[in-house]
C-alpha cells in the first residue's frame, strides 16, 4: 500500500506514479497509450503503474467506445486521487472572516452559532430517542463520517472521552477562537443529557482534541478539564 489510509501524501508515492497523477490532473482522463507516451515508458510499464494506483484509490477508469472494435479505458483520478493537491481552504476562509470581522465583528460569531445549529440539525434524526450510551456511540460515528478520526475511549459508567485525530477547524481556531467554541457547542446540543468538557485542546499544546463526556445521572467525580 502506497497510502496510508488516513493521511493521503503525494510525496509519498513513487516518482513515476507522481508524474502519472499529476499528468491526469492536468489533462483529464487519458487512455494508457497517451499516459505511456507522456511519461517516455512501454504501455505495459504504465499499466503497471497504474494498477498500482488503482489498487491504493488513486485511479479508476471509465469504458469508452470510440467507433468499431473494443471499448477504451480512460484513466482518472478519483476523489482520493485529487485529494492528494493541496487547497488553502483554510487560508481562504481566513481572508474571508477577516472582511467580515472588519464589516461586523459580532457576525463572526453568529456565523460560527448558525454553522453549530446547522449541524445539528443535520443529524439530529440519527441521534433521536437513542439512550445516551448508544448517542455517544453514534456521534462518534457522525464524527468519523465527517473525517474526524474519533476514537472513543470509555473511563467508567456513565462516563466516556471523545478523542479526535483530526480536527478540520484547527487552522481556524488558531485566529477564530469561535470555531472551537462550535465544536463543543455541537457536542453539547447532541448530548443534552451529559456534560461535555474539552480537556485535551491544540492551543494548550495538545497534540489532539478530547472531550470528556459524564452522565447527568451520574455523580460528579472532579475534573482537570480546560474548557
Not at 26 to 47: F, M, N
Request: net charge neutral; charged share 30%.
Amino acid at each position: 500500500m502506497v497510502l496510508p489510509n488516513n493521511d493521503p501524501n503525494l510525496d509519498l508515492i513513487p516518482e513515476a506514479r507522481r508524474e502519472i497523477i499529476r499528468l491526469l490532473k492536468r489533462r483529464g482522463p487519458l487512455p494508457v497509450e497517451d499516459i505511456a507516451d507522456a511519461l517516455s515508458v512501454t504501455v505495459s510499464g504504465a499499466r503497471q503503474h497504474l494498477s498500482s494506483l488503482e489498487r491504493d484509490g488513486v485511479v479508476t477508469y471509465q469504458r469508452v467506445r470510440q467507433g468499431p472494435g473494443r471499448p477504451r479505458h480512460l484513466y482518472e483520478l478519483t476523489e482520493r486521487g485529487d485529494a492528494l493537491f493541496p487547497r488553502r481552504y483554510a487560508e481562504l476562509l481566513n481572508e474571508l472572516l477577516g472582511y467580515v470581522r472588519e464589516a461586523d465583528p459580532a457576525l463572526v460569531d453568529r456565523v460560527f452559532a448558525r454553522r453549530s445549529q446547522r449541524r445539528f440539525e443535520g443529524v439530529r434524526s440519527r441521534l433521536e430517542h437513542l439512550p445516551l450510551a448508544d448517542r455517544v456511540r453514534e456521534l462518534v460515528r457522525i464524527l468519523d463520517d465527517e473525517g474526524y478520526y474519533p476514537e472513543l475511549q470509555s473511563q467508567r459508567e456513565g462516563e466516556w472521552r471523545i478523542v479526535v485525530r483530526n480536527c478540520p477547524v484547527k487552522l481556524l481556531g488558531e485566529k477564530y477562537a469561535q470555531a472551537f467554541t462550535s465544536e463543543i457547542s455541537f457536542l453539547r446540543r447532541a448530548l443534552p443529557e451529559a456534560e461535555v468538557r474539552r480537556s485535551q485542546h491544540p492551543m494548550n499544546g495538545h497534540l489532539c482534541c478530547a472531550y470528556d463526556i459524564r452522565s447527568l445521572a451520574t455523580e460528579p467525580a472532579g475534573n482537570g478539564g480546560v474548557d
